[in-house]
């Protein structure tokens, strides 16, 4: 079904005109992306009929496959742009697991009258008649080029009309020079638009599509307990360098980590990961020297792009990333821009052993073994405290020991000074920015965070995981829509997002959509923090006996807090509420005692107090969730595990307190 385009539609105080990609509020022109825009044409063309999703994506994405999860995101941006408010849907409705409906009274107007028929020679690349006063034989020739060659700007439509006071001149001119002036128009205007279509054809700043790169850890020729840290730790190094290539999609070192010590096959790693480039390397130690061998390849064909051996002596391991980065960029030919340029360049040199340190506590890092690797980063900062990575590091080591392992407030607070520290010394650098907006996120300073991701994405605007970082602060404030739409645009920069970051995608869960919820989660991943989620999935879809499993699994995995809460979900299914509150119990003092907790983790404790029927614990722990941070007022208003407690004297107070920080988050963001 195609878009079926008219000359305009009025609709409340909006003109639609379709032929000149215009939404009108009275005079004033409404920005709005094409596909959205597309989306608007379709359903202001079929008012009042029940359109599937379906046909919406197949009118609107005809030669595309695409996620049901884009048209939601459009769709909230046409509410958003139409002024409409949660819960009174003026212009667009929807029809639960059916599709949408245009309600409102549309006005259709009549189409122009056209400049010149058209005629069966009107095709792009032929030449046409332009009757032309003053030129020999009163006939010239105009070359029509293809529509998808004229820019916006110069595209001259044959349905076009013309302004009032642009009328009124055309018709005082007298006829042979109004179509002599007509005709040079038509003229100039294509020869102008070929001519800037062509240079752009050739503009060296046109970005070309995204590679997606995955660097393995390098492989030790020779293991050894000794050297072994290097693998995983160079990898991460070359991935941090090129984090700040924005034509570039670089896997994390999350997701390469479970590939440390294996045999590669190309063509499966390459489809796990979802990418077209792989990075290899080999590396041996004897000695004082090191020997890296490295292989560029590409995944589809199988072939060598480009490799190249790397002698350093081991005391110069930080010549290993910015070789190795060079490499890539010369094969892949990317093209920087100068900041980026500028941004890549070899770091600063830093004491050997001090670098040392810091690639075992990378490594260490990465296989959660954060009390080690805080030691190893302390010692790497005492020999060289102007290493900005190295604070970075150690910051996020100090962050998953207070997140995972019940740390206390002061590991917080040396995560938080270790990142500012970082970002003293090296202002742009992604991770600490990153890592940073997590912290304040997780400690209830979300409005802190946004303007650091948001910077993060002026340097690199294709970093996926600041994307989905951004969408999880969305997700604290309220802004669920706007998460979708962040954690969406992470996924389509690299699939795997929601594999390799802590946070899941659950505005979705808390907007109600429940199946996109278990269908975002990850299919093979049996990780206690993803089984847990599965389980509270099903718990609101009320599939008690598959949430029950999937709780009691989770914690036999992992007991952390959202496991343990889980466990007191299933007790509250069970009906051994007494077992379930002392869970809870043990959880509330261990958030007490250690002076901070992840709020929205807390929240969950709340949910959980409610199902198991202590309204009184369940509105502690809900004041406790929202004073210290997580104040999403509209998954508060509709979550339906909060039914019990609406009619409680306090509830509404607390709904206020929430309501009135989203609002504030709102008005200082959006």
């Known amino acids: ?52 999703k379906e046909q919406i994506m197949q009118a609107v994405w005809p030669d595309s496959f695409v996620e049901e999860a884009n048209l939601t995101v459009w769709i909230s941006v046409l509410r958003k742009t139409l002024g409409e408010q949660e819960g009174e849907p003026r212009y667009i409705e929807t029809v639960p697991k059916k599709g949408y409906r245009f309600t409102a009274q549309v006005k259709e107007g009549a189409a122009p009258q056209q400049l010149r028929p058209e005629s069966p020679s009107d095709r792009p690349g032929q030449e046409v008649p332009i009757a032309m006063d003053g030129v020999a034989g009163g006939v010239g020739t105009a070359i029509i080029l293809p529509e998808d060659k004229l820019p916006t700007v110069l595209k001259i439509d044959r349905g076009s009309r013309l302004t009032p006071a642009a009328a009124v001149r055309a018709r005082e001119w007298p006829r042979p020079v109004a179509i002599l002036v007509v005709a040079a128009v038509v003229c100039l205007s294509a020869l102008l638009a070929y001519f800037v279509y062509s240079r752009s054809r050739l503009a060296p700043g046109k970005s070309p599509p995204l590679h997606a790169l995955a660097v393995l850890p390098f492989h030790n020729l020779q293991p050894s307990a000794a050297d072994d840290f290097l693998g995983y730790s160079l990898a991460d190094a070359v991935i941090t ?38 990075l290899t390397a080999n590396f041996i130690h004897e000695g004082d020297d090191l020997r890296i061998t490295y292989q560029l390849i590409d995944a589809k064909s199988d072939k060598i792009k480009g490799k190249g051996t790397i ?51 990378v490594d260490l890092h990465g296989r959660h073994d954060f009390p080690l690797a805080i030691q190893m ?39 938080r000074a270790a990142y500012e520290r970082a970002l003293s010394l090296q202002p742009a650098q992604l991770e600490a920015r990153m890592f940073l907006a997590n912290l304040l996120i997780d400690t209830g300073r979300v409005e802190e965070a946004v303007p650091l991701l948001r910077d993060g994405l002026k340097t690199n605007p294709n970093h996926a995981a600041i994307h989905w970082e951004l969408g999880y602060a969305y997700r604290f404030a309220g802004m669920l829509q706007e998460s979708v739409a962040e954690c969406e645009k992470a996924r389509q920069l690299d699939p795997l997002v929601r594999r390799t ?19 975002s989660l990850p299919d093979t991943d049996d990780s206690a923090f993803v089984v847990f989620y599965r389980g509270l999935g099903e718990y609101y879809q009320r599939d008690w006996g598959e949430a029950a499993k999937n709780f009691d699994r989770a914690n036999a995995l992992d007991p952390t807090l959202y496991t343990q809460t889980g466990k ?14 002392e869970i ?21 404790i709340a949910q959980a107090y409610a199902a198991l ?34 009619h409680e004297p306090d509830f509404p107070s607390l709904m206020a307190s929430a309501q009135k920080r989203h609002e504030a988050f709102r008005a200082a963001f959006f």
Not at 43 to 51: A, D, H, K, S, T
Not at 247 to 267: C, F, M, W
Not at 377 to 393: F, M, R, V
């Open 1 to 52: 079904m195609g878009l079926n385009t008219k000359c305009f539609y009025e609709f409340g105080s909006f003109r639609l005109e379709p032929d000149e990609h215009l939404l009108l509020r009275g005079d004033k022109p409404l920005p709005l992306a094409p596909k959205a825009f597309g989306v608007l044409v379709f359903l202001v063309q079929n008012q009042g009929r029940l359109l599937s």
């Open 241 to 278: 360098k090129m984090g700040y290539v924005s034509s570039l999609g670089v896997r994390p070192s999350t997701a390469i980590e479970k590939y440390r010590n294996q045999a590669i096959d190309v063509h499966k790693v390459a489809a796990d990961l979802n990418v077209d480039t792989l």
């Open 311 to 361: 002698d350093v002596k081991y005391d110069k391991l930080l010549r290993v990333q910015d070789s190795v980065a060079q490499e890539i960029i010369s094969v892949l030919e990317l093209n920087l821009t100068p900041a980026e340029a500028e941004r890549i360049k070899p770091d600063r040199p830093i004491d050997p052993l001090a670098y040392e340190y810091y690639l075992r506590g």
């Open 377 to 415: 980063l302390e010692k790497s900062k005492d020999i060289d405290p102007n290493y900005a990575l190295t604070w970075t590091y150690l910051g996020a080591s100090y962050n998953s020991a207070a997140a995972f392992q019940f740390g206390g407030s002061e590991q917080y607070n040396k995560a």
């Open 501 to 519: 970051n802590g946070s899941l995608l659950n505005a979705y869960l808390y907007l109600g959509e429940y199946d996109k919820f278990l269908g």
């Open 568 to 581: 007191a979900f299933s007790y509250a299914i069970a009906h051994r509420d007494s077992e379930g509150l």
């Open 584 to 604: 809870l119990h043990n959880l509330e003092g261990k958030i007490q005692q250690r002076g901070v907790g992840d709020p929205e983790g807390t929240y969950k």
């Open 613 to 646: 029927g202590d309204r009184a614990s369940a509105l502690r722990v809900l004041r406790y969730s929202i004073e210290n941070g997580f104040f999403s007022y509209p998954y508060f208003m509709s979550d339906p595990l909060l039914d019990s407690l609406r």
